[in-house]
């Protein structure tokens, strides 16, 4: 048991095993992301904001929400502690690689900059849980209009009345875009999956992905601004 556990140990602090703690993290997270997508469509429904503050409400009541969100915590915690990691290790044992490795020519700026990408990603998350998530759960701003807390209304009003925060999410979608793209790619290799015929394939899918869900969040604040002006 010892062995294992030592053996376990080794390989989760080698660099390949923070790569597949990346990987493995990074295609939990995007399957969040395909159902938090999907839920939010509900916004563009013509109701008043009663489904979406129905579906709202189930997903802060749900006991398999709660369980589901610990695991969600987790994913994001490892995902980003993992990549503070691995780019601090990168540093360390290559300090003046980039004087004769020239990764301009041997890999793309999308990897170059992931981690600036990435840091986008979070600033992007913290401001978006502050707006959200965390004045949902403590109730500010949202008033309860019909049967539920008006989570509706705090998205409208985010979206319309401080025109700064729809251009950081549009913007910060564009950056989100390029960390899919890398990510997906890199995690195809990390996990060896090469197959001549259907690696090619999947990385036209996740291109797909990287351009659809990035757009789709993209669409909501222009989607509340267009409602207002027009
Ligand atoms: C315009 C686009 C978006 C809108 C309108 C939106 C809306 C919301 C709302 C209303 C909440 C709080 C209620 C809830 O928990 O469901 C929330 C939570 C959350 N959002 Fe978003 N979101 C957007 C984009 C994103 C993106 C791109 C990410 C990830 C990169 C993200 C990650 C999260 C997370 C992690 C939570 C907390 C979930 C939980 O604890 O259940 N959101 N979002």
């Not at 376990?8 to 997270?29: A, E, P, W």
């Not at 925060?165 to 960390?179: A, D, T």
């Amino acid at each position: 048991m010892k062995r294992v556990t030592n053996w376990f140990v080794k390989t989760i602090n080698s660099t390949l095993g923070q790569k597949m703690i990346m990987s493995l993290t990074g295609l939990f997270l995007i399957s969040f992301l395909v159902i938090h997508l999907t839920g939010n469509l509900m916004l563009f429904k013509d109701d008043g904001g009663a489904s979406f503050n129905a579906y709202a409400h189930f997903m802060s009541t749900s006991s398999f929400i709660k369980l589901a969100e610990i695991f969600l915590v987790l994913g994001f915690g490892m995902h980003i502690y993992t990549a503070w990691r691995l780019t601090r290790y990168n540093k360390q044992v290559r300090p003046q690689a980039y004087a004769y490795s020239r990764p301009e020519v041997n890999s793309p700026w999308t990897a170059r900059y992931m981690g600036f990408v990435g840091s986008i990603m979070l600033i992007f998350l913290l401001i978006h849980l502050y707006h959200f998530w965390f004045k949902y759960k403590f109730q500010i701003e949202v008033p309860a209009t019909g049967d539920y807390k008006d989570l509706y209304l705090l998205v409208q009003t985010t979206f319309v009345k401080e025109w700064w925060i729809s251009v950081l999410y549009i913007v910060s979608m564009v950056f989100f875009g390029l960390h899919l793209v890398h990510g997906f790619e890199s995690s195809l290799q990390t996990l060896g999956i090469q197959h001549k015929k259907y690696t090619p394939m999947l990385k036209k899918v996740g291109l797909l992905f990287a351009i659809i869900v990035p757009m789709g969040f993209a669409v909501m604040p222009l989607y509340f601004i267009g409602v207002y002006w027009w």
